[in-house]
Nanobody
Framework: QVRLVESGGGSVQAGGSLRLSCAASGYTYSTTYMGWFRQAPGKEREGVAAIRTRGGSPYYVDSVKGRFTISQDNAENTVYLQMNSLKPEDTAMYYC????????????????WGQGTQVTVSS
């Protein structure tokens, strides 16, 4: 099992920036992808971004392309989500997740999840 702890959420005005961090511990060697997901009240959870732990191009949902950047520090077992030009519609609980298989898309089959960190963007 991989334990994930998110941090970095908060409240910002539209146009502002936040950087989320996800510290991983446990059986991190078995992880294939690390992803960020979000869920707003009354909406389904959606994949925001993901990165292969062993390298490769990152993945993003269309609505955040050009604004968000996912990165990882393998030495620190930490994944980041830099969020720029934030919009009110980015308001959600953001979750970090770890996947141990290459099966399925970058949005699917995540097994381990963090507790989430709240991001609130005001207009």
């Amino acid at each position: 099992q991989v334990r994930l702890v998110e941090s970095g959420g908060g409240s910002v005005q539209a146009g502002g920036s936040l950087r989320l961090s996800c510290a991983a511990s446990g059986y991190t060697y078995s992880t294939t992808y690390m992803g960020w997901f979000r869920q707003a009240p009354g909406k389904e959870r959606e994949g925001v971004a993901a990165i292969r732990t062993r390298g490769g191009s990152p993945y993003y949902v269309d609505s955040v392309k050009g604004r968000f950047t996912i990165s990882q520090d393998n030495a620190e077992n930490t994944v980041y989500l830099q969020m720029n030009s934030l919009k009110p519609e980015d308001t959600a609980m953001y979750y970090c997740a770890a996947k141990k298989t290459y099966y399925g898309s970058w949005r699917e089959n995540y097994e381990d999840w963090g507790q989430g960190t709240q991001v609130t963007v005001s207009s």
